[in-house]
């Protein structure tokens, strides 16, 4: 894992854009695994802004609500429509969300697993984090091994997430359908981003706690490819930033970025 700490949000979205698509870039056809949230907004608009060409991408996105159809305008397909997919040339036949809205949930967390399988598997997977440690919508007692299926949300979750909801965290759906962590587990690299102090105490966890399923983030810790890139504030509770920033601002990989 490397843990990249820039000096605010912007610069962090920043690098989070240039690096997917530099991926993009060097590989037309990838699989991108996509998140959404108020973090990753910014990453997209920064992306449709760019000469990045997507017309020959796959992505696959983490969750979706249980009980939304796609045309409501919380759930994570207008999400995903309005931020990005309308906003870029990727052809819309290459995007996939799980569909919260089947009636056999089990069926459809089924089929997506096998859809992720027959693109070849995910190549890049973007996550985001939230503030009960969920990456996707993973909450905690999540299976490190657990694979795409149907997930009780928590209260901290759907207060989180009531912003989206008039600010009413009734409204934020219970359930949702998410890839599991053994399904993020799978992509050939995670890229996490967190910005703003919220987010200090369970970057900390993720990073340098225990791997346990009560902090469903902590699991990257296992991943041979991970990159957490955060704002100051959110890497303020980190303890070995001497460490990773000594990483950053010497590993030859990460020169182009330093500028
Ligand atoms: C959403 C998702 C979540 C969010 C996380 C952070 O697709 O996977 O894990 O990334 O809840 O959300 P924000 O950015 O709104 O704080």
Known sequence: MEVITLQDDGQAVS????????RVRSKPDIV??????RTMERVYRELSRSDVCFSSCRTFNLDEYIGLDASD???????MQHHFFSQVDIDPANTAVPDGNAND?????ENYELLI?????????????????????NEPLS???????????????RAQNAGMFGGDATRVPKRALTMGVGTILDARELILLATGSAKAEIVA?????????????????LHPDCKVIVDEEAAAKLKGREYYDYV????PVWEKYRR
């Open 105 to 109: 949930l089990k069926k459809a967390a």
């Open 117 to 137: 399988e027959n693109a070849g598997g995910i190549d890049t997977q973007l996550l985001g984090i939230g503030v009960a440690g969920h990456i996707g919508f």
């Open 143 to 157: 299976s490190i091994m657990s694979r795409t299926r149907d997930k009780c949300l928590t209260p901290v979750t």
């Open 205 to 221: 966890k993720a990073v340098e706690g225990p791997i346990t399923s009560m902090v469903s983030a902590s699991a990257i810790q």
């Open 248 to 251: 950053f601002n010497n590993e």
């Open 73 to 79: 305008r919380n759930s994570y397909r207008h999400y």
């Open 15 to 22: 690098l989070v854009a240039r690096l997917l698509g530099d």
């Open 32 to 37: 991108l695994g996509l998140a959404t949230g």
